[in-house]
């Protein structure tokens, strides 16, 4: 293993420590959240939050809807505060479930969202560090989430936390509407376990690659992270990672969209593009297709898979692949994580541009904290 560390770094390698710590926290959590008439009573589910919290509703959405056998939206915190149709809220008893996530719990937005959604008759479930916080204060019920401290560094350990809280309350409300056998119920959950040993022995060669990739990388202008399905919420992730580590220009797209637009872009051997592909993703032949017209442009590629792509050439990492048929592969934005944190160290770039400077107003959270709440 090399010898380069970084905040970032530093949370990867900590999280299958942190996987197993939180499963052992939460599960029990998000069996006894919600009672069985309430589940029973559910016809919708909201998924709704900001920023990362957003990013894991978006990965999560799909699994939701496979496990539950359930219309799954998902809404950002702000249309649902401000723009979401208020007949579509409280239609019926516990209806639709909104399920709003954020670890700190006092953004705004998510609360403002909240406080509208229970004022025209939803339930709201809120996933977040206690009943203290804004948005724990605005829910029927909470999971509480409980992560020890770690030094500061864009979202990664939050981030796996979410989708974990987020997995377990799928897999419990399928299991209680009978989508499936408490058999099959188990053995997801212990995949989610097997997940934390898989990436424990993935990580040395995932992290050397990631290096390698970074120092070919660093000087590139702009990164280009493309996906499909629920691969899209990883290159949005990376999006965000690339903004709040680097401060360099990022855009996430999907692969069909990239296609009637990014292969435009100019100078394309400054775009640095990575491309998160699942083997068993629906659109995998588009973005194979998509991985093809990069190549021409001669871009800097990186694949993200779960199983390598014996038909796709250039650059490949590989993650940790799910196990079981629905459940969800946690740890499929750990290879850009570690990759978006050896270029900040390698540019000398402080994440967050340090909340100094231009950036002050933006110390401690301030300018997702402090704004008007508005309840419509």
């Not at 560390?5 to 996987?19: E, G, H």
């Not at 939180?22 to 959240?33: A, G, I, S």
């Not at 799910?322 to 969800?328: C, E, G, P, T, Y």
């Not at 990759?339 to 770039?349: C, D, N, R, T």
Request: aromatic share 8%.
């Amino acid at each position: 293993m090399n010898e380069t560390s970084n905040v970032i770094r530093d949370q990867v390698f900590s999280l299958p420590t942190l996987l197993r710590q939180q499963y052992n926290d939460l599960e029990p959590k998000t069996r006894k959240v919600l009672i069985t008439p309430q589940i029973f009573s559910v016809q919708r589910i909201v998924l709704t939050g900001c920023g990362d919290s957003y990013a894991a509703g978006m990965a999560m959405q799909r699994v939701f809807e496979r496990l539950t056998r359930l219309p799954v939206e998902l809404v950002t915190a702000v249309d649902l505060a401000r723009f979401y149709n208020e007949k579509r809220l409280g239609d019926a008893p516990n209806n639709p479930l909104v399920i709003a996530v954020s670890n700190s719990g006092s953004g705004a937005r998510v609360g403002e969202a909240v406080q509208r959604a229970r004022k025209h008759k939803a339930f709201v479930l809120g996933v977040t560090k206690s009943t203290e916080t804004l948005l724990g204060q605005n829910s029927d019920a909470i999971v509480p989430l409980s992560i020890p401290s770690f030094p500061s560094a864009p979202g990664t350990r939050s981030y796996l936390v979410s989708l974990l809280a987020l997995l377990l309350l799928a897999i419990r409300i399928g299991e209680v509407r009978g989508c499936y056998t408490m058999d099959h119920a188990t053995s997801m959950r212990k995949d989610i376990l097997d997940q934390a040993d898989r990436l424990e022995e993935m990580l040395p060669s995932i992290d050397m690659h990631m290096l390698d990739v970074a120092k070919r990388w660093k000087h590139l202008e702009a990164w280009d992270f493309v996906g499909a399905g629920s691969d899209y919420a990883t290159a949005w992730f990376g999006q965000a990672k690339v903004m709040e580590a680097t401060g360099q220009y990022a855009m996430h797209i999907n692969s069909e969209e990239w296609l009637h637009l990014n292969f435009f872009m100019r100078r394309s051997t400054q775009l640095g593009t990575v491309v998160v592909a699942s083997a068993d993703n629906a659109a995998l032949s588009r973005t194979k297709e998509m991985l093809s017209y990069a190549k021409i442009l001669q871009r800097p590629l990186l694949l993200v898979t779960d199983s390598i792509q014996q038909d796709v050439e250039g650059t490949q990492v590989l993650y940790p692949a799910r196990a079981v048929v629905d459940s969800l592969s946690l740890f499929q934005f750990v290879p850009i994580s570690l990759l978006v944190g050896y270029v900040m160290q390698l540019i000398g770039e402080d994440h967050g541009r340090g909340c100094t400077g231009l950036w002050e107003f933006c110390q401690g959270g301030a300018a997702v904290k402090n704004s008007a709440i508005e309840i419509l």
